[in-house]
Each structure stands twice: as structure tokens, then as C-alpha cells.
């Protein structure tokens, strides 16, 4: 094709597509963000979550869980995840510094919207968590473009699903506990999940064991002890 | 120490001293100033004044005045009486004994003009000692500001500039106008934007980005006001540098119509970068990422963060949220696993909750969060924590509460007399 006719072409698609974004440098690409644990990754479509595109999945359930999992390993495939804290209920104790996962704690629900657009448009980042702050209407639009301009895959955890590619749900089927003496729950050990995943003319669903993660109860003592101190009496 | 005063009853002094001399005596000294009275003074901020001393009489002894004396002192006056007053070679005050040094010395050390030096002696004042000994305004008023200038002398009080300033080695640009005020602030930004143009393309000529830049306004009442505008990330970019710019001004109020506007870089950094690493994917996306995040820390502040946790036995104030350091080198977790881990409410919730005994302690059944009750089907704990009894005290016995749905939540009872409450704390997800 000469010259003058690829100038054409492409005029042409600019005015029948204005919206239209070119895929520039080489940083993009289409494989999926595989979220390193094979039972789910075998369920999802091709793999893994589709760059460019928004996935909802439903608060609580282990969604946390599987997220911050994927977060890590899109870190040590050698790329950047983000995660928008927009509630701020990720307890620091938990969170792991990853050197390529970032961690934003905005302070309203406005700015969390702004930061994921702001880091999805920057196009630096393979995945983007945005928690605790759900879009909604043109909000939604205009991170799934920004998404779709950046190639990361955006995961909003919430219900609203509209434009997304990909609904997932979880839930948290039965835990294994560890029991005291007198055969009551001392500790949860582990938990199974569910995951529900599904797409326009299509679903799948999968389940598999996680451990659970207990923090260290200083100034405690055995939950069957009876520790008094700083109690009145 | 900070000057070395030399003299020599034999050297010239002023434009006929020899300029060779002075070459010479730059090579041990910063900055060299060749005075009146025969002092040449050398700059010794920053420098070992009794060496620098020792090597500028060498050089002034290799051109053949051996009868060259040094004195150094912190103040300008103490070196110069130390250099022309004392028998010996090199004199060096001790640090902060200059005005006891020139304290015995008579007063004609400090070159008083010959009225005051009159004066002074029908006074019977004839020490620098006994000047430095009388009260200020009792100064001002007899001998006026002459007075008060060679009392300050006599106090070692000596702020005189020898050595002009270096010149300025940041990018700055300036400019003033006569004719009229500006008062418009867009106005005024279309000024301060070619002046940042000039500035960041200096910066980006030299390999550099600004930290920090002051605007300075002079204005119509002959008045200055200056204004320091910080980056949360070094930067060379005029478009970052007015969006400051521009929410600066959108802060302040001058009290006068501006006349002349001066942007200048404060402190700058290099402008290299973190090693890469050819063989990670997002080597490429760096400073893209860089940008992002200073743009998100510009227009929110800190708000990408690392946690900088503590032992403290509350989990709610274990954590410090700091602003992520860009070049702290931190581990890649290399098998990430999912687990369940806790999510903490910002502040915990009051909740009703329903119990029961189980030998002797009570443990949580059901409980209602908004309109809603949840019942609990296995419930661990509970686990007791208390401290703070010098500060603010409390006592918690949590519970580790699974939900009807499967949800894992964290339950505690405040045990001090103050509240028996219970709350929602968080919740494992």
C-alpha cells in the first residue's frame, strides 16, 4: 500500500471512530493478567483478566484475597499493579510491600475515582484495583476508557456491573479450624472458595482452599486462658 | 574560623598591590580581598583558618614580606587587630573570645574618625573594652550612629561584607516593568509562564530539576514579597511548575499592585534515575508511572503509601501510613499465595450482639449491623488484650466470628468500666 492511501486509511478511521485509541509503544500488549493461581486461571477466560477492559467482582467473599494474590504476581511477572484503598480498610499489619505494587489511600471516594484514572491513563500499570469506591454512570465510562488507553486491567470490587467484561462473584464455603481442648474453634487455618465467574454467553465457577492469616495478639495469652490484667476485677 | 587578616607595613595597598601575589595567595584561599591599611583579607568559612594563616604568609613570605603578621578570628575586627597589633607572626583568637581579644586594645585599633576619637578620650573611654562596656542608648544618644558603629566594633560585633557574594549558579529569570501595575492575576500567570519557560529550559539544559522555586514580587509600595513553592518531586517541567504556580496565587494577596516578578530555582537534584532493569517489562513505563505519581501526590498529597508498622498491641495503631519513597528498594514476594486477611474498619463500629455462655465466658451468637442481624455459627476467642494503663487504657476481648454467609468477622467487647460495648472491628477477606 503506498503512502497517500495509508494517510487515507487512517483519516478515515479517525472519523468513523473518533474514540478510538492507537495502541502506541510496546509496552502494550494483549495477554492476559494471569492471576497466578492455576485452578482460577484455568476457569477464566484466556487465562486471566483482559487488559484494557473492566472486571467487577463482588465485595467480600475472599475477593481481597485473590486480588492482592494477582497483585503480587503481576509483580513478579515484572510489572506494575495498583491498588485504590478507597475505604481504607487495608489493615497495614497485612499489606506486603511489593517494590511494583502501589498502594493509594485517597481520602474521598471523588479522588480514589481520579487516581485510578490518573494511574490507569498512565500507562504503567498492567492491573488496578479500585476498592471501596464503586463508579457509577459516566464515572464508569470514563475508567474503562482510560483503562482501555492505558491497557491495564481495571477490577472494580463492587456490584455495579455495568461495561464490564468479566463478573465474578465469590463466596466462603468452609473453614478448617484448628480446636482448643474442649473442642471449641480456636483458629481458623484455612477456608474454601467458591468463584463464580461470568461473561456474555458464558460462566464457569471453581473452588479451592487459602489459608487464613491470624495477626500476632500481643499481650494475650491463650484464648482458653483466662487473662485478667488491665480487667477490673 | 572564618578570616584571615594580613598585614604588612611594606606591601602596597589598594590597585597598586601586586597581582601575582594575589594569584598565588588564591590558590590556598577561596576568595582573596585587598583592602585599605595594608590588610589583605583571605575567606576561611568552611576552612581551617590557622592553616590557611600559615599558608598565605608562606606565599607572602615567597615574594619577599617576611614582615608579614596574620590574625585570625571569627569577626573581621578581631583578625585585623590580631593581624596589625600583635608582635607575633600569626595570631588565632579563640572561638568566641573575639571581643575579650580586642578588649585591652586602645580604641585607635578600630580607626575611629578623629572627632569621635576626641570625644571618646574627654570621655575618658580609652579601651575598646571600655566602649564595648556602656549601654547602647546611652551611645545613640551622646556620639549618634557614628558612635554606635564603633561601640558595635568594640563588641566584636563586626557584619561587615568583605567578599562579595558568589554569583548565583541557579536558573532564574527576572522581569520588571515602570509604567504601570499588574493587578490581574491572569495576567500576572501569563508573565510568570514565560519566566518559568526560560527557567525549566535552563534546568533541562543543565541536567537538573528544581525542588524548590521562589517567586518573588516586587511591589508598587517599593516592598518585596517572596513566595517558596515546593514539588513533592524534583522536576524540569514548566507545565508542573505553573499548576503550582497557579494554586500559589490563588492563595495570596499582595497589598500592592505588582512591578516586577522574579521566578528563581531554590535547590535543584540530578537528573538521574533509579537503575533499570533492561529485562523488567515496566523498565519502558518508568517515567510515565514517576509522573503519574507525582501528579496524584501534587493534586492529593501523600496518598501513595507504604505502612511503617509497630508492636503496638492494637492493630488499629500498629500502622504509620508514609508517603512511598520512590527509590527504596523493597523484596518482590516471588510465590505470591492468596490468604485471608483482616480488613479494619477506619474507626470500629458499635454493633448489638446476642450471647450466650459457653463455661466461663459469654460468646457472641447473633449480631445486628444496620437493620440486619447475622447470626455466627463458630465463634474463637475470646483474645484478650489490654495495656495503656499510663495513657489512655483500654481493654478488648475479640472474637473471631464466621457468619451464617461464611464471612470471618472480628468482634470485640470493650471491657474497661468506661464501655461495655461491642463493636465490629473488621472483617477477613
Redesign the interface.
Known amino acids: 500500500m503506498s503512502r497517500p492511501s495509508i494517510a487515507t486509511l487512517r483519516a478515515l478511521i479517525e472519523q468513523r471512530f473518533p474514540d478510538a485509541t492507537p495502541l502506541t ?3 502494550q500488549t494483549t495477554e492476559q493478567v494471569a492471576t ?2 492455576g485452578a482460577l486461571d484455568r476457569v477464566l477466560p484466556n487465562g486471566g483478566f483482559a487488559r484494557g477492559r473492566l472486571s467487577v467482582w463482588a ?8 486480588l ?2 494477582t497483585c ?2 503481576v ?6 499493579s495498583a491498588w485504590i484503598d478507597g ?14 505494587l ?6 474521598t471516594r471523588i ?1 480514589a475515582l ?2 485510578a484514572e ?2 490507569l ?6 492491573l488496578l484495583i479500585l476498592a471501596g469506591a464503586e463508579p457509577q454512570g459516566t464515572e464508569t465510562v470514563r475508567l474503562t476508557r482510560a483503562a482501555r488507553e492505558g491497557g491495564a486491567a481495571l477490577i472494580s470490587i463492587g456490584s455495579a456491573a455495568s461495561m464490564a467484561s468479566l463478573r465474578l462473584t465469590s ?5 478448617g ?1 484448628r480446636r482448643s481442648p ?1 473442642g ?5 487455618q484455612h ?1 474454601t472458595i467458591r468463584v463464580d465467574a461470568r461473561a456474555v454467553g458464558w460462566n464457569a465457577h471453581v473452588q479451592f482452599p ?6 500476632e ?5 491463650e ?1 482458653e486462658l ?7 476485677r | 574560623m572564618s578570616y584571615v587578616c594580613l598585614w604588612s607595613p611594606s606591601w602596597p595597598t589598594g590597585a597598586d598591590f601586586p597581582a601575582d601575589l594575589v594569584a598565588s595567595l588564591l590558590l590556598h584561599a577561596p576568595r582573596v580581598a585587598v583592602g585599605e591599611r595594608r590588610l589583605v583579607w583571605g575567606d576561611a568559612r568552611g576552612l581551617h583558618g590557622g592553616q590557611l594563616a600559615e599558608h598565605m604568609l608562606r606565599v607572602a613570605g615567597d615574594y619577599g614580606f617576611e614582615d608579614a603578621h596574620a590574625g585570625v578570628a571569627m569577626t573581621p575586627v578581631a583578625a585585623e587587630v590580631a593581624a596589625t597589633q600583635s608582635t607575633t607572626q600569626l595570631v588565632v583568637v579563640k572561638l568566641g573570645q573575639d571581643r575579650q581579644f580586642i578588649a585591652p586594645y586602645p580604641l585607635h585599633v578600630l580607626s575611629p574618625s578623629d572627632e569621635l576619637a576626641a570625644l571618646l578620650t574627654g570621655l575618658g573611654i580609652e579601651t575598646c573594652g571600655a566602649l564595648a562596656n556602656l549601654d547602647a542608648e546611652a551611645i545613640e544618644v551622646r556620639l549618634g550612629l557614628e558612635g554606635v558603629r564603633l561601640w558595635q566594633r568594640a563588641r566584636a560585633d563586626d557584619e561587615r561584607w568583605l567578599f562579595k557574594l558568589p554569583l548565583r549558579s541557579l536558573p532564574s529569570a527576572s522581569v520588571e516593568w515602570v509604567e504601570y501595575g499588574l493587578k490581574d492575576p491572569e495576567r500576572l500567570l501569563f508573565v510568570i509562564n514565560s519566566l518559568a519557560g526560560t527557567v525549566c529550559t535552563s534546568l533541562i539544559e543543565r541536567g537538573e530539576r528544581a525542588r524548590e522555586m521562589a517567586l518573588v514580587f516586587s511591589l508598587g509600595n517599593r516592598t518585596q514579597r517572596t513566595h517558596v513553592i515546593r514539588s513533592s518531586r524534583p522536576s524540569a517541567e514548566q507545565k508542573r511548575w505553573m499548576r503550582l504556580v497557579r494554586e500559589a496565587l490563588d492563595t495570596i494577596t499582595l497589598p500592592d499592585a505588582v512591578m516586577g516578578v522574579t521566578l528563581r530555582v531554590e535547590s535543584v537534584t540530578g537528573n538521574g534515575g533509579a537503575q533499570g ?1 533492561l ?4 523498565f ?3 517515567p ?2 514517576e ?3 507525582i ?2 501526590t501534587d ?3 501523600d ?7 509497630s ?3 492494637l ?1 488499629e495503631q ?4 508514609m508517603a ?1 519513597a520512590s527509590r527504596v ?18 474507626s470500629p463500629k458499635v454493633v448489638t450482639v446476642d450471647t450466650e455462655s ?4 459469654e460468646v457472641p451468637v447473633r449480631y445486628l449491623d444496620g437493620n440486619e442481624w447475622h447470626d455466627i455459627v ?10 495503656g ?1 499510663w495513657s489512655s ?3 478488648r476481648e ?1 472474637f ?1 466470628c ?1 457468619r451464617e ?4 468477622v472480628w468482634l470485640f467487647r470493650g ?3 468506661q464501655t461495655k460495648d461491642w463493636f465490629l472491628h ?4
Not at chain 2, 329 to 346: M, V, Y
Not at chain 2, 426 to 429: K, L, P, S
Open positions: 509503544g510496546g509496552s497466578g493461581i465485595p467480600q467473599g475472599g475477593a481481597t484475597a485473590i492482592r494474590a503480587h504476581s509483580v513478579a511477572n515484572g510489572e506494575r475505604d481504607n480498610t487495608v489493615a497495614g499489619a497485612f499489606w506486603s510491600d511489593d517494590h511494583g502501589y498502594l493509594v489511600r485517597p481520602k479522588h481520579r487516581a490518573e494511574l491513563r498512565s500507562g504503567g500499570f498492567s463466596r466462603l464455603l468452609s473453614y479450624w474442649f471449641d474453634p480456636a483458629e481458623a477456608v487459602i489459608p487464613v492469616t491470624h495477626h495478639l500481643r499481650l494475650s495469652l484464648s483466662a487473662d485478667r490484667r488491665g480487667l477490673p | 532493569d529485562f523488567d517489562r515496566g519502558a513505563s518508568a510515565a508511572v509522573d503519574a505519581v501528579q496524584l493534586d492529593q498529597g496518598v501513595v503509601v507504604s505502612p511503617e508498622n508492636a503496638h498491641p492493630l500498629r500502622t504509620k501510613w512511598r528498594s523493597r523484596p518482590t514476594i516471588r510465590d505470591p499465595q492468596p490468604a485471608l486477611t483482616l480488613q479494619l474498619l477506619p459457653r463455661r466461663d465466658h463458630e465463634a474463637a476467642g475470646p483474645d484478650r488484650v489490654s495495656g494503663q487504657a483500654y481493654a475479640y473471631r464466621v454467609d461464611g464471612m470471618m471491657s474497661q468500666q473488621g472483617w477477613w477477606d
